[in-house]
């Protein structure tokens, strides 16, 4: 009678002195390769280059990437049974790719002609290193590969599409007229009659087209003009992004190239105050009112705890902005506007486009210095001036003082908080009604000489 024995299970032998360890498979280096790259690619983009323009953020990511494929390529070979020798090609394309928009730095219009160019060749690399991974990648792995593959396509598109896109013709003619003010063009758009003349400074991000809940009230009163800034809007770019007092003295050849005269009632909104008030230290003759919209203060970094800290994720993010607006992202944002239809239409196309970041990357890069120039208005005297604050940020730490300080620069002033978010007090039917009753009582104080009510 045969007895059964169960079978052991012996481990493996020890490989002998010398022997090389047997090799595992690629996936831990490969999620190893891309977490690095990723890794790479954020600390380029957001601390090296933090705040930097459209071209170096992409040649930072991209290096980033590289790294993450070069990674892949060596560590596959020497670590691993499943070497990934082709992972040295999308290594090279990237690196050379960012390497060259890193140091050549072009500008917007050679980075638009270069959109209709590597779209196609992203996809066939796509496509080649996913053909390339199907051989020489096992099991899981595989799959781990996927979503890269799908990134790689989709951002072909998605660039190809936002390409399209800019170019299609959307009947958005400029509503005024372009001057050149010395290098440059910008637009301003001029309504109704008589004096003084109501000029409407855009906050970040805005555009002259953000003012059309104000501007047709206000022009069955006086003359108002809603204008861009360098980059803004319809307006042409600058060579490079201007401060406070450079914007003031480009406003002041567009006022005068388009015919327009003072006196002037400058009404700004948000980082448009900050110009307003350069604007009113510069040309004081020029200036007969004021209305600050929920305005920015040339004190922000110091009043404002909370600020400095704000600035530079936004210095960061707003750098990101081109970039992901030029590979399609953008259409995955859900722009609004609480303007009026046709008007919140107009707007969003012209704020969600490429140029747009790119403004506001651009005018952040110096408010700073847009800030301490504004600090140059001391004093407003007892000309007019209304300050209106949004609920909304009545509770951000050290806001309120920052707004009555404005409001003290003249001793003959308004200062009232409006049931309204900050964007509100120009898109939402209500606040814009506020916005427009404080302009048309500055208006009346300066062409009757009395006081504004209230005092």
Known sequence: MSVHHPTRRHPAPEPAAGEAKPRHGAGGAIVASLAAGAAGALVLALVVFAGGTEATITGALLLGFGFGWALMAVWSVRRTAQPQRWAAVPAAAMTGTGAALVILNPGDETLAVLTWIWPPLLLALAAWTYLQARRTVAGKAR???????????????????????????????????????????????????????????????EISASWARITGPVAETTRVCAYDRAGQGWSGNAADPLDGIESAEDLHT???????????????????????????????????????????????????????????????????????????????IPWTSHLPATDAEKVIALTSTTKAASNQRDELSVIRDVFTQAQALTTFDDRPLTVLTASENVGTDGWVGAQEQLAALSVNHVHRTVDSTHAGLLEDAGPAAESVRAIEEVIASVRTGTPLEGQ
């Open 254 to 332: 567009l006022l005068a190239e388009a015919g327009e005269r003072g006196p002037y009632v400058l009404v700004g909104h948000s980082t448009g105050g900050t110009y307003a008030l350069t604007y009113a230290a510069r040309y004081p003759d020029q200036v007969a009112g004021m209305v600050l919209l929920d305005s920015s203060s040339p004190e922000q970094f110091t009043r404002m705890p909370a600020y400095p800290g704000q600035y530079q994720l936004m210095r960061r993010g707003l750098a990101l902005m081109p970039t992901f607006r030029r590979v399609g992202l953008a259409e995955l």
């Open 143 to 205: 799959w781990m590969l996927t979503p890269v593959f799908a990134a790689l396509v989709l951002t072909s598109i998605g660039a190809t599409y936002a390409n399209v896109a800019l170019t299609r013709e959307v009947d958005y003619a400029a509503p005024g007229h372009l001057y050149d003010v010395g290098g440059h063009r910008l637009h301003i758009d001029c309504r109704g009659h008589g004096s003084p003349t109501v000029v409407l400074s855009n906050g970040l991000g």
